[in-house]
């Protein structure tokens, strides 16, 4: 018998928390989305085209280090972690022509 799994997402559990390199490229992160926001604002920056290469290197380097934090310990390749088991991904021939109806 079958158990009833009440989780809907896709993707599996979310982690617990997040290690050190990953806070760390957050914070990188979200300092460059910071300055590109408060450029948008119209915040006077003296030498924009070095205040825009920080802003996106520091966005370009923390989505880097955060994807090598998360997966630095585990194996290589395509991480479909039982997708095609959970119920919700396997519902059958009816569920693809549906989906392919509603996605064209």
């Known amino acids: 018998m079958s158990s009833i799994q009440r989780d ?3 993707t599996g559990q979310p982690p617990k928390s997040l290690n050190t390199t990953q806070k760390i490229a957050t914070i990188l992160g979200l300092t460059g989305l910071a300055i590109l926001l408060l450029a ?33 310990g585990q194996l290589e390749g ?15 021939l009816w569920a693809w022509i549906a989906g392919l109806s509603f996605t064209g």
């Open 8 to 10: 809907m997402s896709l």
């Open 78 to 92: 395509i991480k479909n972690n039982g997708v095609w088991f959970k119920s919700i991904s396997s519902r059958g």
């Open 40 to 72: 948008g604002f119209n915040i006077d920056f003296p030498n924009k085209v070095v205040w825009l290469t920080f802003a996106l290197t520091a966005l370009t380097t923390g989505i880097i280090l955060f994807a090598k934090g998360a997966y630095s």
